[in-house]
């Protein structure tokens, strides 16, 4: 099984900042990683695929990069309805997501 | 637009049976995989089973496998998941999810709003 490791846990940035979340992988999965979105007491939202394709209607300020073993979300000028909690999840070898990484408004 | 809305789930006790629903419309159900994800109180998101579109195959998890089943019923447009031997750490919000393609070895979008299953006596 592929073992999706993220970090921080939790991320403090105060709105307009940046914020830099990382995604590990175990093994390569090449790039076949997306990233989701989800706000307390909904479901995920698609926000990224293929490790860098935003998803449909995706605010420009959200960007994912890497391949392989690492990757990044950067969300560029946090705005208030940013803080949530985002979740990697790579689709090479099975499923799997990463724990998730909390972002909070400091 | 797509739309999946999830139905069936409650509380059951330890070793009963129990069907989840997932109500598709916006596209055309037959052509996609479709997959479950759950996620448990205050947890993260873990991958449950998938079913190919256009009579693909099927994919479990080892910790449902042989417990769950998944299937598709095309001329209702509705996804299911059949429950049984159920333990308390199945206990979870079960989402359905549509992928891509006909395969599901890519993301999941969109999902369902979910629906909570608890296993408890």
């Known amino acids: 099984e592929t073992v999706m490791t993220q970090s921080p846990a939790t991320l403090s940035v105060s709105p307009g900042e940046r914020a830099t979340l990382s995604c590990r992988a175990s093994?390569?999965?090449?790039?076949?990683l997306a990233w989701y979105q989800q706000k307390p007491g909904q479901a995920p939202r698609l926000l990224i695929y293929?490790?860098?394709t935003r998803a449909t209607g995706i605010p420009a300020r959200f960007s994912g990069s890497g391949s392989g073993t690492e990757f990044t979300l950067t969300i560029s000028r946090l705005q208030s309805e940013d803080f949530a909690l985002y979740y990697c999840?790579?689709?090479?070898?099975?499923?799997?997501f990463g724990q998730g990484t909390k972002v909070e408004i400091k | 637009e797509v739309q999946l809305l999830e139905s069936g789930g409650g509380l059951v006790q330890p070793g009963g049976s129990l069907r989840l629903s997932c109500a598709a419309s916006g596209f055309t159900f037959s052509n996609y995989a479709m997959s479950w994800v759950r996620q448990a109180p205050g947890k993260g998101l873990k991958w449950v089973s998938s079913?190919?579109?256009?009579?693909?195959?099927?994919y479990y998890a080892d910790s449902v496998k042989g417990r769950f089943t998944i299937s598709g019923d095309n001329s209702k447009n509705t996804l299911y998941l059949q429950m049984n031997s159920l333990r308390v750490e199945d206990t979870a919000v079960y989402y359905c999810?549509?992928?891509?393609?006909?395969?599901?070895?890519?993301?999941?979008?969109?999902w369902g709003q979910g629906t909570l299953v608890t296993v408890s006596s």
């Open positions: 293929g490790a860098s």
């Open positions: 999810a549509k992928h891509y393609s006909s395969s599901p070895n890519n993301w999941f979008d969109p």
């Open positions: 079913i190919g579109g256009r009579g693909g195959d099927r």
């Open positions: 999840q790579q689709y090479n070898d099975w499923w799997t």
């Open positions: 093994q390569s999965v090449n790039s076949n």
